[in-house]
Nanobody, 127 residues
């Protein structure tokens, strides 16, 4: 049984910071690249960030580059998303996802590529 469990969401003022976490179980964590996606009400799920199996490569959506940082701790089966300089438009449910094996630069930005998903954690940024 594979589980991805996000935590750390909450309410924060614009300009503030928040770190969300995702703990994986039931899989060999180091075999998976990990992604973060966001979904606001009435919108499709969108790519936010990706980190490779051993953490040596990362990718970010243009809207968050320079503000968000993805990292992972394979010893703790955990991936993190540090969110700084938050904006109201960052308000969304944030999901982590696991991507097994080989992948292309395009694949890691597509929701259909991922094998497993967490339940999401709500991040709300007030103006």
């Amino acid at each position: 049984q594979v589980q991805l469990v996000e935590s750390g969401g909450g309410l924060v003022q614009a300009g503030g910071s928040l770190r969300v976490s995702c703990v994986a179980s039931g899989l060999t964590f180091s075999w998976y690249g990990m992604g973060w996606f966001q979904q606001a009400p009435g919108k499709e799920r969108e790519f936010v960030a990706f980190i490779s199996l051993n953490g040596d490569s990362t990718d970010y959506a243009g809207s968050v580059k320079g503000r968000f940082t993805i990292s992972r701790d394979n010893a703790r089966n955990t991936v993190y998303l540090q969110m700084n300089s938050l904006k109201p438009e960052d308000t969304a449910v944030y999901y982590c996802a696991a991507l097994y094996g080989r992948y292309s630069e395009a694949d890691r930005r597509q929701t259909d590529s991922y094998n497993y998903w967490g339940q999401g954690t709500q991040v709300t940024v007030s103006s």
